[in-house]
């Protein structure tokens, strides 16, 4: 089985050796059992992301584990970095990660291992009972939370976290569904047509650290302004009687 990991950056030059000190050595454990493609797409960035991402990633291909370096030539926001990702990734399962090693990428070993053959997206859940935050901004939390409480009740699932971008998802879905959000939406209208057409979803509790270095790319008010058009966009489906109103979720 193949596994392609997709990373969006923009403006990450700070902690990429950082990414590199954490990501190598699951790489090199990843091996012994997959071939993988490592995919990065720089977003257009304004400082030496995409220069050191080839100094520091560029020369570790091989036959059986690749890495491509995408570029935008101009910032195009995560949800345009995804759809980029996913259109180059070849792999039978498709993990999503942040840059900035929020989620320890140990974590992909665990996100495989949840993820069976009835198992469509498996996706990291700090907001579930058995994960955690450290450090994470206050105001951060309480908006995932509130939008994760309407998205539950919305989507009549049980899953805690809508808005991780740490998931395994197999190519199937990520070929099938079709997302148009560039922000930080994307992550959610990604899990929630998702789970309308009827893929199973399972959760990761883990825990969500606070980034070390640079700093978080999310406009806030853009970000509720999204959620709130798309929960408006969810809720009138719903009434049409066009959402799933059975559970998709497991903890």
């Known amino acids: 089985m193949k596994i392609s990991i997709v990373i969006p950056c923009y403006n990450e030059e700070e902690g990429l050796q950082h990414l590199a000190n954490n990501l190598f050595p699951v790489l090199d454990k990843l ?52 759809r980029t990702g996913f259109a180059a990734a070849q792999g039978d399962i498709i993990v999503t990660m942040d840059s900035d090693c929020t989620y320890d990428p140990k974590g992909i070993f665990d996100l495989l291992k949840l993820m069976d053959e009835e198992t469509a997206i498996v996706t990291a859940s700090p907001y579930h009972p058995n994960g955690g935050v450290n450090n994470v901004p206050k105001y951060r939390l309480a ?57 199973k979803v399972k959760e990761y509790p883990t825990v969500l650290n606070v980034r070390v270095f640079g700093t978080s790319k999310m406009k806030l008010l853009r970000v509720i302004n999204s959620h709130l058009h798309f929960i408006g966009k969810i809720a009138k489906l719903r009434l049409l009687g066009q959402l799933r109103g059975d559970k998709q979720g497991e903890s």
């Open 31 to 82: 091996k012994k059992d997959h071939a993988w493609e490592l995919i990065f797409v720089d977003d257009g960035s304004k400082d030496n992301t995409y220069q050191l991402l080839q100094e520091i990633f560029g020369k570790k291909s091989s036959a059986q584990h690749s890495i491509q370096i995408i570029r935008h030539e101009k910032n195009m926001n995560l949800g345009a970095a995804l």
């Open 143 to 199: 908006l995932s939370k509130a939008v994760t409480a309407i998205y539950r009740v919305l989507t009549g699932s049980e899953i805690y976290t809508f808005t991780a971008l740490f998931r395994a998802q197999r190519k199937e879905v990520v070929k099938n569904i079709h997302f148009t959000s560039n922000d930080f939406l994307s992550t959610a209208e990604f899990l929630i047509f998702a789970m309308m057409r009827g893929y």
